[in-house]
C-alpha cells in the first residue's frame, strides 16, 4: 500500500523569505503522480504545484518549486519569497495511474508567514 | 457551476441520528470523489463515481457509510446512526475523467460534528 509521510507538523517563515517543506512516500510503482495542495481556513484545498514521476525535470510554478528524489522518494516543497497569504496548511499526495484516480494523503504541515 | 458546490457548510447533528452530505459537481465533470479530513489530519478517500460504472467503495469506513449518484448529477453521502467518531470534514471533488490527475476541483466541505 502506497504511504505519504509529513514530518514537519508546523513550520514558520519571515515574509520574502524561503522556506521548504519535506514530504517522503512509498510505493512499489514506478509510474505515478505527486501533488502539493494549500489548504486555507476556507477549506478548500487548492492545487499548488504537480509532477509527474517519469518526468525528471522538477516541477516549478512561479515561486513554488520542488525536489523530486525519485530513488530517495523523496518530494519537498519550496516556497521562495515567502508571502502572508502563503499561510495555510500543505499537503502532500501521491496518485498512482489506476482507474479511480484517487488521491493518497499525508498528515499536513501547517505553515505560518510571520509579517 | 463555476465550482463544485457542498451543502450544508456545517452540520450539527446528535449521536445515532442520520445525516446527508450533498455535492454539487462542476457541470460536465463524470469522475466525482469523497474525501474525509479529521481534525488535524489529511484527507482520507472515502468513494469514487465516474458516469454510470460501478463505483469504487474501497474507502468507505464500514457499513453506516453510502454514497449515491445519478448519472453525472448531484451525489449524497449519507452516514446512518451517527457516531462522534464521525465528526470531520467530508469533501467533494469532481474531475475530467479523461484528465485524471490533472482535473480535480474540490469543493470547501461540510463540517460534520456529532455530539
Redesign the interface.
Known sequence: AQTVTQSQPEMSVQEAETVTLSCTYDTSENNYYLFWYKQPPSRQMILVIRQEAYKQQNATENRFSVNFQKAAKSFSLKISDSQLGDTAMYFCAFMAPDSSYKLIFGSGTRLLVRP | GAGVSQSPSNKVTEKGKDVELRCDPISGHT?L?W?RQRL??????LI?F?GNSAP?KS?LPSDRFSAERTGESVSTLTIQRTQQEDSA?Y?C?S?LSHR???G?T????T?LTVV
Open positions: 469522475a470523489y474525501y488535524g489530519q489529511g484527507l482520507e478517500f469514487y465516474q469504487d474507502g470534514v469533501l471533488a474531475s485524471g490527475p490533472y480535480y474540490f469543493g470547501s466541505g463540517r
